[in-house]
């Protein structure tokens, strides 16, 4: 199973764009506030259906529900905050930007 992580920070370049805080950024600066199990496979009988492969309607999912207020740890997914997306294949990150969805390369 895979699964998405929330991280949030409170460092100087909190709620800044990525052409701001890309020189600054570091994940160690982020602590983890959430973390949820994705779905990625259905087995129905011996025929397995891939689900949630595409991790840009994730984050799009992630974003319009943790935009409000939730009964968890951290605060409202706003702008710097990253989300993983850990899968069998790998792990990528993504930098919350103005304009959606960065993903950091390392």
């Given amino acids: 199973m895979s699964r998405?992580?929330?991280?949030?920070t409170n460092a100087e370049y909190y709620s800044a764009p990525w052409?701001?805080?890309?020189?600054?950024?570091s994940l160690n600066d982020y602590r983890a506030v959430y973390c949820e199990v994705i779905i990625d496979?259905?087995?129905?009988?011996?025929?397995?259906?891939?689900?949630?492969?595409?991790?840009?309607?994730?984050?799009?999912?992630?974003?319009?529900?943790f935009s409000k207020p939730q009964n968890r740890s951290g605060h409202t997914?706003?702008?710097?905050?990253?989300v993983?997306?850990?899968?069998?294949t790998g792990t990528r990150f993504?930098?919350?930007?103005?304009?959606?969805?960065?993903e950091i390369k390392k």
Avoid: H
């Avoid at 998405?4 to 949030?8: A, D, L, T, V, W």
């Avoid at 997914?77 to 990253?82: E, K």
């Avoid at 993504?94 to 960065?102: A, F, H, L, T």
């Fill in 4 to 8: 998405f992580i929330i991280f949030q």
């Fill in 19 to 25: 052409e701001i805080a890309k020189n600054n950024y």
């Fill in 41 to 65: 496979e259905i087995q129905y009988r011996k025929e397995i259906t891939l689900t949630n492969q595409d991790d840009l309607a994730i984050l799009e999912d992630v974003a319009a529900r």
């Fill in 77 to 82: 997914l706003s702008v710097s905050d990253v």
């Fill in 84 to 88: 993983a997306v850990e899968r069998k």
């Fill in 94 to 102: 993504y930098y919350r930007d103005i304009s959606g969805w960065k």
